[in-house]
């Protein structure tokens, strides 16, 4: 979820504006950011991918259900 939110990706280019005073600075740190960023989404593609595949999937999902009770207590009551 971190690599989908941009949260630092924003910062960095943020940072970067408040760090370097020449645009030459500036440039290669964006150019840094934004490669950063397509590797870092990359991976999470590549690590998702094999996460997905070890967990099993029940085959009947969601065709269970549930019975309601037969008697509901009544809030006072004793239930014997």
Do not use: C, H, W
Not at 18 to 23: K, M, R
Not at 47 to 54: A, S
Not at 65 to 75: A, D, G, H, M
Request: aromatic share 8%.
């Amino acid at each position: 979820m971190g690599t989908l939110a941009g949260i630092g990706f924003t910062m960095s280019i943020f940072t970067t504006m408040l760090a370097f005073s020449e645009e030459v600075y500036r440039d290669i740190a964006r150019i840094a950011i934004l490669l950063a960023v397509v590797v870092s989404v990359i991976v999470s593609l590549i690590y998702f991918r094999i996460v997905n595949g070890k967990f099993a999937v029940p085959a009947q999902l969601g065709s269970t259900q549930l019975e309601p009770p037969s008697q509901v207590p009544q809030p006072g009551i004793n239930a014997a």
